[in-house]
Nanobody, 126 residues
Framework: QVQLVESGGGLVQPGGSLRLSCAAS????????IGWFRQAPGKEREGVSC????????DYVASVKGRFTISRDNAKNTVYLQMNSLKPEDTAVYYC???????????????????WGQGTQVTVSS
């Protein structure tokens, strides 16, 4: 069974940092385009960042560009989302997802992601 497991969420003060992890079992993440998404209460799920399976190129939505960094550790079969300079508006449940179809990714695209994790809560508050 394909599984994605997110971890690393928590409560952090504005301006703080967190690193989210997305670990896979039963399949190799390097063969998939991986996206990070978030959903705040009362809002639709939105894309945050992604890393392409083709060449490892990355993309970010404008609201996180310069603050978040996505990376992949193939040896650990894990994708990370380093989040710096966090703001209260970053508060949401964060999900990672895998797409076997997308060769290149765009951070704001949600379709084509087949496998999803259960999510991890990120709360930015003083």
């Amino acid at each position: 069974q394909v599984q994605l497991v997110e971890s690393g969420g928590g409560l952090v003060q504005p301006g703080g940092s967190l690193r989210l992890s997305c670990a896979a079992s039963e399949f190799t993440l390097d063969y998939y385009t991986i996206g990070w998404f978030r959903q705040a209460p009362g809002k639709e799920r939105e894309g945050v960042s992604c890393i392409s399976r083709s060449d490892g190129s990355v993309d970010y939505v404008a609201s996180v560009k310069g603050r978040f960094t996505i990376s992949r550790d193939n040896a650990k079969n894990t994708v990370y989302l380093q989040m710096n300079s966090l703001k209260p508006e970053d508060t949401a449940v964060y999900y990672c997802a895998a797409s076997p179809a997308l060769y290149y990714c765009s951070a704001d695209v949600i379709d084509e992601y087949v496998y999803w994790g259960q999510g991890t809560q990120v709360t930015v508050s003083s």
